[in-house]
């Protein structure tokens, strides 16, 4: 609960909302004790009293009845109503929605398609009609508005109910013995519950203004009962000659609406961990770069970063994800980057071509730049024009980044089409070449496919096919093997190996295997806590690696027809990256750890391709 309100309170326009609405709220339970007038007394030589008039602070109507009475009485029924309203809506249409999508079959078409006949009626057209049927009044009316607003309650919950009733979690429960009703109960309603509140806080607003609009017309409170519709309806006769009559209850439901609509958002972002996050936020169409200097070119890779920097600013923290990273890869070389997950490695490919979401990634510092020209701050079309094109990225998941709706040759011929002004058949023809080159059987058959057709090797095949579409100069792969059997990904590896040495790529290769780096890539460099802790040619680096966390990860990796060893787990968790500790990161779960290695910054050294960052090696002169 508090950090629901610490997020809602970071929302300055749903603050506003919530203290707005607050105060109207008060003022509406207040309003018995308030020294107010009686809001149905009549004076009829007090007419149309203007504002401010002695004793009607907000003037009078054309009965002579106080308008400030009438507007607070009138607000306490309004928001009564409304309220009302968006409960019953929301719990029929929930149970409506939760039993149809749970249950599905015959009893999901009677509930839906009830439903869509309700849906069928313009909702206003059903309103008038269900008043009409049982006679003007107030309660009528609520039983008017909370009836039409169940069919989007009803569509919504059944959606997000079709979605969870197949889950894993459900399907334990249902082996664990629960019936349906206690599934619904424990499993089903906690998940939709976030999902109702978020409905509800953004509909009560138009529920107020459905009401108000039945008594504007006369078929909600009847006189001399005032809410704000009735009060705009009797108003109306007066509108050019005493218009405060009508801007009084008119700026009120302007304000509640209002703050009910921005408080709604910021429940809605609150509530919603995507949105409080930042996951379904609109990021830039390239990371926001904000650094002090540009550092002098250095080296002569392809791809060199230098003193590369990306935070994460959320809120008030600052997450140091990727902190001064220099590498450096060059043509027909594959240089590994490995680490735990959390140590920066995907956060640094993604710096590269400005990928990193901001809001709220920001390049702070460094640069990376390609064959000397530095990508970091370069303008989007510069960006834009090298992506996919000389600079192709690989991604972990490809049936997450390939489109569901479209045929991998569409998807194929699309990324080639973007860089070259190429025609669709000829696209089409290359798409089926690129099928072919990376080992998929029967590549014009496989190109009509949809990507959920395929098998996990196959799509990550045609993300491999992706990168090649252009016959770039790098390729990132970020983790490409990971979720591939043993015999998938050997034959994963054995592919890029062999498209590097033909076609002259140079690869960054991510990963958490140490099996892996050993089989394609030429050099490694070690992540951790967003840094490089070591780096040097493979096969150096495995055979004596320098570095206590290097050392620690290889004696995590189990070795097949060696005997028995003992895996040694690293102790501990890595750390915080907005909270990093003095000195040596990885000092805290160290063997080694001496006081001198929480004391300051520690350096990368090394000599020739060798380097540690370290204090007290595995291997003295690395």
Same mark, same amino acid.
């Given at each position: ?23 109207v ?71 409506l ?7 599905? =079959?015959?009893?999901d ?8 006949m ?8 059903l ?12 309660l ?15 569509r919504?919950?059944r959606? %997000? ?34 999902? %109702? ?25 009847q ?5 704000l ?7 109306r ?61 250095q ?15 959320? =809120? ?5 994800a ?18 735990? @997950?959390?140590? =920066?490695? @995907? ?38 024009s ?29 990324a ?20 072919? @080159? ?15 057709e395929? @098998?996990g090797?196959m ?15 790098v390729?990132?792969?970020?983790e490409?093997?990971?979720a ?5 990904q ?82 501990g968790?890595?750390p915080?990256?907005?909270q990093l500790p ?7 779960r ?14 990368l ?5 060798r ?12």
């Amino acid at each position: 609960m508090r950090l629901f309100a610490g997020l809602l309170a970071r929302n300055r326009l749903a603050l506003v909302g919530a203290v707005v609405l607050a105060a109207v709220a008060v003022l509406a339970l207040l309003v018995p004790v308030l020294p107010v007038r009686a809001p149905n007394v009549t004076d009829t030589a007090a007419r149309y009293l203007r504002p401010l008039s002695e004793g009607h602070l907000l003037g009078t109507d054309h009965l002579g009845r106080d308008l400030l009475s009438r507007l607070l009485w009138g607000t306490r029924l309004s928001l009564a109503v409304g309220f009302a309203a968006a409960v019953i809506a929301a719990v029929i249409g929930a149970a409506l929605g939760i039993v149809a999508g749970y249950f599905g =079959g015959r009893t999901d078409n009677l509930i839906m398609r009830g439903v869509d006949m309700l849906m069928a009626f313009p909702y206003i057209l059903l309103a008038l009609a269900i008043v009409a049927a049982l006679g003007p009044g107030l309660l009528n009316a609520l039983i008017a508005v909370a009836a039409v607003n169940v069919p989007f309650f009803a569509r919504n919950i059944r959606g %997000i109910t079709v979605g969870i009733a197949n889950r894993e979690f459900v399907d334990a429960a249902r082996l664990a013995g629960m019936g349906h009703w206690r599934i619904i109960w424990s499993e089903i309603l906690p998940n939709v519950v976030p999902v %109702i509140v978020i409905a509800m806080s953004t509909t009560i607003g138009w529920m107020i203004l459905e009401t108000a609009g039945l008594s504007f017309l006369g078929l909600g409170s009847q006189p001399p009962q005032a809410d704000l519709g009735s009060m705009l309806g009797e108003a109306r006769a007066a509108l050019i000659t005493a218009p405060h009559t009508s801007v009084v209850p008119g700026v009120m439901i302007l304000i509640i609406v209002m703050s009910i609509n921005l408080l709604g958002d910021g429940v809605r972002d609150a509530l919603d961990p995507r949105l409080r996050s930042g996951a379904l936020s609109r990021p830039m169409a390239a990371t926001r770069v904000a650094r002090d200097t540009v550092p002098e070119p250095q080296g002569d890779g392809i791809l060199t970063l230098q003193a590369l920097e990306t935070q994460f600013h959320v =809120g008030g923290r600052v997450y140091r994800a990727v902190n001064k990273v220099s590498l450096s890869v060059h043509p027909g070389e594959c240089l590994g980057i490995i680490g735990e @997950s959390g140590s =920066g490695k @995907s956060v640094t490919a993604l710096s590269v071509m400005g990928l990193v979401a901001s809001p709220p990634g920001v390049i702070t510092g460094g640069a990376a730049r390609y064959r000397g020209d530095d990508l970091i701050g370069a303008p989007y079309e510069t960006l834009r024009s090298l992506r996919g094109d000389r600079i192709a990225y690989i991604f972990q998941d490809p049936l997450a980044t390939l489109h569901p709706l479209y045929r991998v040759g569409d998807q194929l011929a699309e990324a080639i089409r973007v860089h070259h002004p190429l025609g669709r058949a000829e696209a089409w023809a290359r798409a089926v070449a690129l099928l072919h @080159s990376v080992r998929i059987p029967n590549p014009e058959s496989r190109a009509k496919a949809y990507p959920h057709e395929m @098998s996990g090797g196959m799509r990550q095949r045609v993300g491999i096919a992706m990168a090649l579409a252009n016959d770039p100069d790098v390729i990132i792969a970020d983790e490409p093997t990971t979720a591939l059997d043993v015999t998938v990904q050997a034959q994963i590896l054995s592919l890029l190996d062999e498209l590097r040495r033909a076609r002259g790529l140079a690869i960054i290769f991510i990963t958490h295997d140490f099996g892996v780096v050993a089989q394609l890539c030429d050099r490694v460099a070690v992540m951790y806590a967003g840094r490089i802790v070591e780096e040097g040619p493979t096969g150096v680096l495995l055979e004596s690696p320098a570095h206590p966390y290097t050392r620690r990860l290889i004696d995590c990796v189990p070795e097949l027809g060696a005997g028995r060893r003992r895996l040694a787990a690293i102790p501990g968790l890595p750390p915080a990256v907005d909270q990093l500790p003095p000195g040596c990161a990885f000092a805290p779960r160290c063997g080694r750890k001496q006081p001198a290695c929480e004391a300051g910054e520690i350096g990368l050294e090394g000599s020739g391709a060798r380097r540690v960052r370290c204090l007290y090696p595995e291997v003295e002169e690395p």
